[in-house]
């Protein structure tokens, strides 16, 4: 696929399926009440594709009025990107989709009395109950660092005002710092995204901080695209990243705020700047509403999204247990769809077809050199299997590269037209 457009988008991952669900929709007697909490990626489309149903009431729980991606947030790093344009209001699903917006934060879950309590509101109640939290940070894990240590160290991994931190501090190091970024565990959100923030922090430094260093402080020994990434900072950067696996370091044990360094268990660094990334887990009502397992992450049906430990709820996005699916945004859209198409089904009676599962990814590792991959995935003995797949290759032709990162860009504007209600 090369030009990417949002109807291409919507249909590939299951928006035709819920419109042939439409028609089986009964009308008129009390329309069934479904209540998503999470404006995110996973949110926002359950809601627009539940919503654009005609024959459902949808509220959306969101305190925020905007949402800032965080993939392409690495070009914002780099001065490649504004801020602003990843920045989304929540608005166009309310005045086009006609989804119910309520600025609030769901607080506690009562999934007997199938009822939502809001931080500022009365209780909502529901039908069925799609809940997209996203991810939380393990704060405990790595000694020193917790949410005020995080004011000095960002881990900018929930774009916003973490970005912007993070930032500034690098367009005020001085020229010959070391930028230290601690990658985490896995699980996480996007596991390209710490070494893709490597390659453009790298490209921004080329340009203005030449004599600057950056080290990769890794709490695993492999990483996801390692081949592609490292052949790139050989041939783009070569000198200016170190890479260092948790069997050399012996992994990451504390962080010392005010010297702002960085202890393994053999050896202190010190940085100029240090981008402290936490082990992560689901978002916190998730795990307030009993829908997290021991893991931290959320169990799930894989062709229904429907919690296997809190019937009736539903959970996508980050926040799940996915098998063989990565935490990425293209995941989330993907999960949701084939989500809304079950709630509409269990609702209505409609038809239930099999979900229709993808990824696709594009991650930078200059501005005119991305790579890509595109998985599909099918449910198979009750996990989520790959079925297919296509990884871009170390050795391609700097033209194709090239294309690439000019169709990450399509593929941009049509994946948040879809999410958040724009274009036709």
Known sequence: ??????????????????????PHI????????????????GGATVAR???????????LVEPNSTHVTCFFSNLYLAGLRSLASLTFGLETLAERHGITIIRDSAVAIDPAGKGVELQGGPKLSYDRLVVAPGIAFKFGEIGGYDEAAAKIMPHAWI????????RRQLKSMDDGGVFVIAAPPNPFRCPPAPYERASLVAYYFKQFKPKSKILILDAKDTFSGQELFQDAWSRHYPGMIEWLPSQFTGAIKA???????????GETFRAAVANIIPAQKAGLIG?????????GWCPVDPVTFEST??????VVGDSIIGGDMPKSAFSANSQAKACAFAVAASLTGSPHFPPHLFNSCYTFLAPDDAFTNALTFASEGGKIKTVKMFISKVGESAEARRRTAHHAVGWYSAFTADVFGGGS
């Open 287 to 295: 795990e307030k509403a009993g829908l997290t397992d021991a893991s």
């Open 309 to 314: 430990l809190q019937p009736g709820i539903h």
């Open 49 to 59: 594709y539940l919503a654009d149903l005609k024959s459902i009431d949808v509220t």
């Open 1 to 22: 696929m090369t030009d990417w457009t949002r109807r291409q988008i919507g249909g590939l991952v299951g928006g035709a399926l819920l419109g042939v669900a439409a």
């Open 255 to 265: 962080v010392d705020v005010a010297a702002r360094s960085v202890v393994t268990e």
């Open 26 to 41: 009964a009308r008129g007697q009390g329309r069934p009440r479904v209540i998503v909490i999470g404006g995110g990626i």
């Open 159 to 166: 774009a916003g005002p973490q970005s912007e931190l993070l």
